[in-house]
């Protein structure tokens, strides 16, 4: 396996949750990473990417002031933290990876991914 995301859960609106993605060694040296997530009867659509580096980060506008993305390249971890939910954040959530390094918000760049967590929000 070669990236292994935490569970999500249930969470009030207004609340707050952390993601976690662990990789392999390889994968995390040398790519970037990148959130997804995808509500039931909808297309899978892009969250938050961060730079191999860990410096440059781009988000969706949708979640853009409420999450943050980061990564601990020693720990080998991607993280989402979410703040602020909303109903319309309920979704399956995805780790990703690409080795492009383009910092892309298209699924179709990314090469690997993890198995997706479920997140839901209540009102």
Not at 9 to 32: K, P
Not at 61 to 67: A, L, Q, T, W, Y
Request: proline share 2%; aromatic share 14%.
């Amino acid at each position: 396996v070669q990236l292994q995301a935490s569970e999500g859960g249930l969470v009030q609106a207004g609340g707050s949750l952390r993601l976690s993605c662990a990789a392999s060694r390889y994968i995390f040296s040398n790519y970037d990473m990148g959130w997804f997530r995808q509500a039931p009867g909808k297309e899978r659509e892009f969250v938050a990417a961060i730079g191999w580096s860990g410096v440059a980060t781009v988000y969706a506008d949708s979640v853009k002031g409420r999450f943050t993305i980061s990564r601990d390249n020693a720990k080998n971890t991607l993280y989402l933290q979410m703040d602020s939910l909303k109903p319309e954040d309920t979704a399956v959530y995805y780790c990703a990876a690409d080795r492009s390094r383009s910092l892309s918000s298209s699924w179709h760049e990314y090469d690997y991914w993890g198995q997706g967590t479920l997140v839901t929000v209540s009102s």
